[in-house]
């Protein structure tokens, strides 16, 4: 099955520069990449998602990069500001591929913190 | 619409009770599913459902069974409660090949 790998497991940044997340997977079949941002006690809300026919995504001050040869998709937040401090997951997902459709395997969590 | 709903918010439960976690979505979508979240594990895929009478086992299955008699309710049921199922447990639903909308999660206790 898939194993979706994520680092750094804690990023702290100055309130105003950027901060990236890196994830990898092992599945070659898997074509959805969703990020979530999941705040304390709350339940995981999507930010941004990106599909293998497409190497970039970009949506006001968050971005996502996909390397389908190295099997890699990152996060970048730029100008990061004070409510962008929680825990994000990366996943991955094989649509349309039967098995476990749509299923998503997600990484263990980064949890960003802004400081002032 | 109240999009993805889950009943109760928290549990505790003795070892070897039984229970069920109820899942609802009103946006008529045809997948829904079930996740595990522990400290530092993520979300892990219990069990999954591609439409109304269809269910199938995802990565941690074990202890846990759901049935999808209408379109609308998933629910997940414990038969004999481990304090290894403790964790929050997460219902989604999406249509297919599409976002996933998750709902606020049942923080269950097995002692």
């Known amino acids: 099955g898939e194993n979706v790998e994520q680092h750094p497991s804690t990023l702290s940044v100055q309130e105003g520069d950027s901060a990236v997340i890196k994830c990898t997977y092992s599945?070659?079949?898997?074509?959805?990449f969703p990020w979530y941002k999941q705040e304390l006690g709350k339940r995981p809300q999507l930010i941004i998602d990106i599909r293998s026919n497409v190497g970039e995504k970009k949506d006001q001050r968050i971005a996502v990069t996909l390397n389908k040869t190295a099997k890699h998709f990152s996060l970048h937040i730029t100008e990061t500001q004070p409510e962008d401090s929680a825990v994000y997951f990366c996943?991955?997902?094989?649509?349309?591929?039967?098995?476990?459709?749509?299923?998503?395997?997600f990484g263990k969590g980064t949890h960003l913190i802004i400081q002032p | 619409n109240a999009g993805v709903t889950q009943t109760p918010k928290f549990q505790v439960l003795k070892t070897g009770q039984s229970m069920t976690l109820q899942c609802a979505q009103d946006?008529?979508?045809?997948?829904m599913s079930w996740y595990r979240q522990d400290p530092g594990m993520g979300l892990r895929l219990i069990h999954y459902?591609?439409?109304?009478?269809?269910?199938d086992q995802g990565e941690v299955p074990n202890g846990y069974n759901v049935s999808r008699s209408t379109t609308e309710d998933f629910p997940l049921r414990l038969l004999s409660a481990a304090p290894s199922q403790t964790s929050v447990y997460f219902c989604?639903?999406?249509?297919?090949?599409?976002?996933?909308?998750f709902g606020p999660g049942t923080r269950l206790t097995v002692l």
């Open positions: 946006m008529n979508h045809e997948y």
């Open positions: 459902s591609v439409g109304a009478g269809i269910t």
């Open positions: 989604a639903s999406s249509r297919w090949g599409n976002e996933q909308f």
């Open positions: 996943a991955a997902s094989s649509i349309g591929g039967g098995g476990g459709a749509d299923g998503l395997t």
């Open positions: 599945d070659s079949a898997s074509n959805y």
